[in-house]
């Protein structure tokens, strides 16, 4: 899973899910995704679960790879499942790095000829691209039988309405007397340009410097008592 949900997951009983997340810590992206995927191949695990699976729709990118090696060295029965809440409308041609992992790319006769099927290739002169989509209705009706479950929200999450409040919280210590400073800095640059009928892009870019600073301060300055 990417890192937004690292920290759910973590919850999880599994001790690899903590291990793996903490392995990942102070590394790029890069280096992050494909480095565990000889440690977590050889494992035997009962099935794999990829949330945000849309992230693995480049057959070409590092997640996808590694989910493919993962996936290829599971127990046949092992189920395999890819969640995902973002709606894939771009093309059908990313769809096969996805099916590949759940093992059903045979089922539409591989690669070469899902892209043939249902990518609508054409030939630019120099090679065939597949950024089409073609045949849409026959891939819904396939998808649908024997790879894709689509629930909506409603039906699967179960949250009381949307609501938000406004608590008041007072600045201390050294955040007090920063943020009267910040407030005094800004108050003496637009008391400098009120007769100023035109503003130039750096002084634009002034005042707004002024303004993230004191965001700035009255976030950190909420921390202590926020926590």
Known sequence: CPDSVVQYW?????????????????????????KPVNVLAKHAWAGLVQDEAHRSKSEDSGRSKAMVTIAKNLNPEAPILLLSGTPMLSRPVELIPLLNILGHLPRFGGASRFKTRYCDPVFNG?????????NIKELNEQLTQWVMIRRKREDVIILPEFSRYIT?????????????????????????????????????AHAIVLLGQLRQIAGLGKVSTAV
Not at 129 to 134: D, E, Q, R, V
């Open 10 to 34: 973590a919850l999880a009983p599994q001790a690899q899910v903590n291990a793996w997340a903490r392995a990942s810590q102070g590394k790029t992206r890069e280096q992050r995704t494909p």
């Open 126 to 134: 120099w090679g065939t691209t597949f950024n089409g989509a073609s």
């Open 168 to 204: 008041p919280v007072a600045l201390t210590g050294k955040a007090v007397t920063d943020y009267k400073r910040a407030v005094r800095d800004l108050e003496e640059f637009l008391q400098e340009k009120r007769d100023d009928d035109r503003f130039s892009l750096n002084e634009r």
